[in-house]
């Protein structure tokens, strides 16, 4: 009897021991925890995906840390140019803008800001490069450089023709972009800029939308050829200023010296073509100017001539001071490109301040030379801001 009791507590207690077992079994999923082995090859894993970087990156550096806006970054290429019998590449680094603050100008209409330009050969080797500063903007204003080139041919040779460009939006109305030019060309089988960017705003006198390529106005002499911009005397109205470019010496001058043209007793200055500016709209209604038969301090002549809105004005000649011209630093940008809207290692030829231009017109027949603030206010010539 009491063998049979003991067997039976032996029993239950087999029973109990095995649900107590079961139930362990079906909850230990909920409460497992990896091993140490697991953590730390887990662990390993989170940091290897976060250490990873863009291609060109340099936080592998000692102390050096992610550029930032990296990401936005893209490279457009400009190109081949073909001078002299060898290829060249103009490669831009570019970063985005606030969308739809910066208004487009010439080929990049994707609002967004070049940061780096590069030349290269065919090689890629880097012959020339330049950077610029870059700003994000925001919902009121943004700002943009821009990178443009072109194959350019003269009659005694060819080159590589660079258009800087600075844009900000919103603008006030008759605003245009600060543009400047650079030439380079091949010289002893090597690729050099000519001199410092050019300061021309008005662009050159042969601009043709979505062209490729320019041509010289003119050859001067067996190896110079001449290249014409359009400048702005600052009264609504360009005349147009002619580079000579010497392939052989690779230089950049005035092809137009001034005493060659420098009328008699006017010691020192330099005419040029007259052309009216695209924001010329012609006189509001009738008035008058007063005309000198030549140019300088003392007006020998002078003649009240009547001007109507249906007058037939022609601008015929600029006369300007004293003529300074600056090659800028032709072997490469210093380093400061664009502080302050500007591009410091620039060239470029100045005139003498305070001494505003004379302008040569024909008045319905009637030729002569004004150069009072009145007489550009009546004519419609109101000085630009």
Same mark, same amino acid.
């Given at each position: 009897?009491?063998?049979?009791?003991?067997?039976?507590?032996?029993?239950?207690?087999?029973?109990?021991?095995?649900?107590?077992?079961?139930? +362990?079994?079906?909850?230990a999923p909920q409460g497992v925890s990896a091993s140490p082995s697991v953590q730390q090859s887990a662990s390993q894993s989170t940091l290897q995906?976060?250490?990873?970087?863009?291609?060109?990156?340099?936080?592998?550096?000692?102390?050096?840390?992610?550029?930032?806006?990296?990401?936005?970054?893209?490279?457009?290429?400009?190109?081949?140019?073909?001078? *002299?019998?060898?290829?060249?590449?103009?490669?831009?680094?570019?970063?985005?803008?606030?969308?739809? /603050?910066?208004?487009?100008?010439?080929?990049?209409?994707?609002?967004? %800001?070049?940061?780096?330009?590069?030349?290269?050969?065919?090689?890629?080797?880097?012959?020339?490069?330049?950077?610029?500063? @870059? %700003? /994000?903007?925001?919902?009121?204003?943004?700002?943009?450089?821009?990178? $443009?080139? @072109?194959?350019?041919?003269?009659?005694?040779? %060819?080159?590589?023709?660079?258009?800087?460009?600075?844009?900000?939006?919103?603008?006030?109305?008759?605003?245009?972009?600060?543009?400047? &030019?650079?030439?380079?060309?091949?010289?002893?089988?090597?690729?050099?800029?000519?001199?410092?960017?050019?300061?021309?705003?008005?662009?050159?006198?042969?601009?043709?939308?979505?062209?490729?390529?320019?041509?010289?106005?003119?050859?001067?002499? /067996?190896?110079?050829? *001449?290249? #014409?911009? !359009?400048? $702005?005397?600052?009264?609504?109205?360009?005349?147009?200023?002619?580079?000579?470019?010497? &392939?052989?010496?690779?230089?950049?001058?005035?092809?137009?010296?001034?005493?060659? +043209? $420098?009328?008699?007793? %006017?010691?020192?200055?330099?005419?040029?073509?007259?052309?009216?500016?695209?924001? @010329?709209?012609?006189? =509001?209604?009738?008035?008058?100017?007063?005309?000198?038969?030549?140019?300088?301090?003392?007006? #020998? !002549?002078?003649?009240?001539?009547?001007?109507?809105?249906?007058? !037939?004005?022609?601008?015929?000649?600029?006369?300007?001071?004293?003529?300074?011209?600056?090659?800028?630093?032709? $072997? =490469?940008?210093?380093?400061?490109?664009?502080?302050?809207? +500007?591009?410091?290692?620039?060239?470029?030829?100045?005139?003498?301040?305070?001494?505003?231009?004379?302008? !040569?017109?024909?008045?319905?027949?009637?030729?002569?030379?004004?150069?009072?603030?009145?007489?550009?206010?009546?004519?419609?010539?109101?000085?630009?801001?």
């Amino acid at each position: 009897m009491r063998t049979a009791r003991v067997l039976s507590i032996c029993l239950l207690a087999a029973l109990l021991s095995f649900f107590v077992w079961k139930a +362990t079994r079906m909850r230990a999923p909920q409460g497992v925890s990896a091993s140490p082995s697991v953590q730390q090859s887990a662990s390993q894993s989170t940091l290897q995906s976060v250490s990873v970087q863009q291609p060109g990156s340099e936080a592998g550096a000692a102390g050096s840390a992610p550029r930032e806006q990296e990401g936005e970054e893209s490279e457009r290429r400009l190109g081949p140019f073909s001078i *002299a019998g060898s290829n060249y590449m103009v490669v831009l680094r570019q970063q985005k803008c606030v969308p739809g /603050s910066t208004e487009p100008h010439s080929d990049n209409d994707l609002g967004e %800001s070049v940061v780096a330009m590069e030349i290269r050969d065919a090689t890629g080797a880097v012959l020339y490069h330049r950077e610029f500063p @870059y %700003s /994000s903007g925001d919902e009121s204003e943004s700002e943009a450089w821009g990178v $443009s080139a @072109y194959t350019l041919t003269g009659t005694n040779g %060819s080159g590589l023709l660079v258009n800087y460009w600075y844009d900000i939006a919103p603008s006030v109305p008759e605003w245009r972009p600060l543009t400047w &030019w650079q030439v380079f060309g091949v010289v002893n089988g090597k690729l050099k800029a000519f001199s410092g960017p050019l300061p021309m705003d008005g662009g050159l006198v042969q601009s043709e939308p979505g062209a490729e390529a320019y041509k010289t106005s003119a050859p001067l002499g /067996s190896r110079a050829d *001449a290249l #014409e911009f !359009k400048l $702005s005397t600052g009264h609504h109205l360009n005349f147009v200023y002619p580079v000579r470019i010497d &392939w052989e010496q690779g230089k950049l001058g005035p092809a137009q010296p001034c005493e060659q +043209t $420098s009328p008699s007793g %006017s010691d020192g200055a330099c005419q040029y073509k007259a052309l009216a500016s695209d924001y @010329y709209s012609g006189v =509001g209604g009738t008035t008058f100017v007063s005309l000198c038969t030549n140019p300088g301090d003392k007006c #020998e !002549k002078l003649e009240k001539v009547v001007v109507r809105p249906d007058s !037939k004005v022609e601008f015929l000649v600029v006369q300007l001071g004293v003529e300074k011209w600056s090659e800028g630093a032709a $072997s =490469g940008p210093s380093g400061k490109t664009g502080i302050n809207d +500007t591009i410091d290692d620039q060239g470029g030829p100045s005139w003498a301040p305070n001494n505003g231009p004379w302008l !040569k017109l024909r008045i319905d027949g009637k030729e002569g030379w004004l150069h009072s603030a009145e007489d550009f206010d009546a004519l419609g010539l109101t000085e630009a801001l």
